[in-house]
């Protein structure tokens, strides 16, 4: 509290303007912070196991508290109308830009916040709504803006086009004359991707892999942060002047998460551009198949229909063959029906293996020595080809390894097929299911169910571990299978 009260008073109103300016003094004190998140997040050893991750994440999160604090005064605003209120201006700008959208409307839907409707019936295939070229913003637009400047120089925006993005939307909203307002009126105000959690929600994710990728993405973009700031604030640039004032850690995540949740790749007639794409972008994801297409003839996206939509229906777009880790951290939900949903496990070669070198080494052949994560899939066939490599090597004995390290090409190690299957042989294939079964079960083991405030990220949290156990249920009873078919073991 104390912190938060000190940067209040520490800020000045800029005359004439809804912005405030941190004091001297204050700026120099969150430079400090930001140079400390700069060395924190710069020198972390991936390679550490997870409870060092963790407390590592808590160092991160107790630097960016003292930084928020300080830029609360910045962040601090009113919404003065809800996103639905803001429609009609939203569509007017849509109409005189030529975008076409006569038969569909927002609205509200439970679990979903907003949402497209169909105000009459849809029939698959047919044409939904179209989005001109020019209603999109692109990072070509970025790339033509005055920004153009800073990305000439910085090597991270040159290469990352999510990021200038999302620089560029930072920029655009805070420019009341911008072309794209009314789009940005109508996005929201925060999201429910991880940079949103708080430490106790991250941790609840545990023991999902996912609980490791959000400690990763959430120092990313803590080092994101801390290295825009301090180029913004020393390279002299008439366009950095302008985001200087504006530029805090809640603006960038939300300005990332922004783009995380809605951009799309324009395919343009030579290279292609990371986008987004007014209204469409509004529409939520259900199984099913790409609907949505880049018109180059007509220049303009087109989305059809994915079903038959009946009046009154929610519009659904599917978002593509992505598992629900994929949509959990970058799309901030978690879709039960997911039928390419995946766990990843991570798998390596003890350092203190006697047969490392050649276990490595027959890896190597099949291009798997620097994969440590492997999938199970969901549904009929859940061990995917690699997994099903490393596991059969992994278990081979000195004999068999010299036999496939002989081999020409190792190429039946990946396969299941019955001539494949004969010459791995079955006691292989016997240690290899059980130890997988082993492994599945023990990971099962971990999961528990805990009591938990229900809101949309704990909602997320639970639904996110229920399908990873899925896909752990369901492997189990496919090795167990497997195991059955395999002919008795030698005595």
């Known amino acids: 509290m104390g912190r938060k009260s000190h940067s209040k008073q520490s800020a000045k109103k800029s005359s004439g303007k809804e912005n405030y300016k941190l004091s001297q003094n204050i700026r120099k004190e969150l430079a400090v912070y ?5 060395k924190l997040t710069s020198v972390f050893q991936t390679t550490v196991n997870l409870t060092k991750s963790w407390e590592h994440h808590n160092d991160i999160e107790a630097i960016l508290g003292e930084i928020r604090n ?3 005064p910045i962040n601090s605003h009113k919404v003065s109308k809800s996103r639905q209120s803001r429609k009609d201006n939203f569509f007017s700008w849509l109409s005189e830009n030529g975008a076409a959208f006569e038969d569909i409307d927002i609205q509200e839907f439970e679990g979903y916040d907003l949402g497209l ?8 295939g047919s044409l939904v709504l179209t989005v001109p070229r020019k209603l999109m913003m692109t990072e070509q637009n970025a790339r033509d803006s005055a920004l153009s400047e800073f990305i000439a120089v910085d090597p991270l925006l040159q290469n990352m086009p999510n990021i200038t993005l999302a620089l560029f939307l930072l920029l655009e909203k805070n420019n009341p004359e911008s072309f794209w307002k009314p789009y940005i009126d109508v996005l929201p105000e925060k999201y429910s991707t991880v940079l949103y959690f708080t430490p106790e929600e991250i941790l609840e994710l545990k023991p999902s892999p996912v609980f490791e990728s959000s400690l990763k993405l959430y120092r990313s973009i803590a080092r994101q942060y801390a290295y825009f700031y301090n180029k913004i604030h020393t390279l002299d640039l008439p366009v ?3 985001l200087q004032e504006i530029f805090t850690y809640e603006n960038y995540r939300w300005a990332v998460s922004t783009v995380m949740t809605r951009q799309n790749n324009l395919e343009q007639s030579t290279t292609d551009t990371t986008a987004f794409i007014p209204l469409w972008d509004m529409c939520n994801h259900e199984h099913g198949k ?4 880049f018109n180059k003839e ?5 989305c059809y229909a994915l079903r038959d939509f009946k009046p009154g229906e929610q519009i659904f777009i599917f978002y593509g063959a992505r598992p629900n880790a994929d949509l959990f951290l970058h799309n ?3 879709y039960a029906d997911n039928q390419h949903d995946s766990l990843s496990l991570a798998l390596g070669v003890s350092s203190s ?3 490392r070198d050649t276990r490595v080494a027959l890896l190597s052949r099949l291009g798997l020595s620097g994969v440590t994560h492997y999938s199970l899939y969901r549904g009929d066939s859940p061990i995917s080809a690699e997994l099903l490599a490393f596991i059969r090597i992994f278990n081979m004995n000195q004999d068999e390894l010299t036999k496939w390290s002989n081999h020409g090409l190792p190429g039946d190690l990946v396969s299941t097929e019955a001539t494949s299957a004969a010459a791995v042989g079955a006691e292989l294939d016997r240690r290899a299911y059980t130890y997988l079964l082993t492994r599945c079960g023990l990971i099962k083991a971990m999961y528990k169910t805990k009591d938990t405030t229900d809101n949309t990220h704990t909602k997320n949290i639970k639904l996110l571990k229920q399908c990873e156990v899925q896909i752990l249920d369901g492997a189990i009873k496919y090795l167990e299978t497997e195991l059955q078919k395999l002919p008795a073991a030698n005595n």
């Not at 409707?117 to 029939?123: Q, T």
């Not at 790409?290 to 297409?293: A, R």
């Not at 007509?298 to 087109?302: A, M, P, V, Y």
């Open 34 to 38: 930001v140079d400390k998140l700069l």
């Open 70 to 72: 300080i830029e609360y």
């Open 117 to 124: 409707v169909a105000k009459k019936e849809f029939k698959e």
């Open 240 to 242: 950095l002047q302008n």
């Open 290 to 293: 790409l609907t949505t297409d």
């Open 298 to 302: 007509l220049n303009r996206g087109e």
């Open 332 to 334: 901030g939900f978690v």
């Open 353 to 355: 293996d006697p047969h």
